[in-house]
């Protein structure tokens, strides 16, 4: 069983930047994938930005050229760098994993709030 504790939300305004962490209990490099989504109130959670074992990434939209998702193989740990802030990016950010068995695993969420 694989757990993905996420870090790093918060209230922030306008603008700002956070960084998200998503800590794997196994080796990130055994995922097909990971990644980030997001779940706004009353709204489907959506794909935020993927990162493959290979090191390819995939971002939405709506995100891309501010969020940037990256990993650090030594920690299991991948991250979610979003600068630029809008309130339109409020949501529950989920971690994913993804494997080579098609199975998802996801971490528990944390909430960002962007308001002035």
Known sequence: ???????????????????????????????????????????????????????????????KGRFTISRDNAKNTVYLQMNSLKPEDTAVYYCNAYTWSLRDYWGQGTQVTVSS
């Open 1 to 63: 069983q694989v757990q993905l504790v996420e870090s790093g939300g918060g209230l922030v305004q306008p603008g700002g930047s956070l960084r998200l962490s998503c800590a794997a209990s196994a080796s990130i490099l055994s995922f097909k994938s990971m990644g980030w989504y997001r779940q706004a109130p009353g709204k489907q959670r959506e794909l935020v930005a993927t990162i493959t074992s290979g090191g390819t990434t995939n971002y939405a939209d709506s995100v």
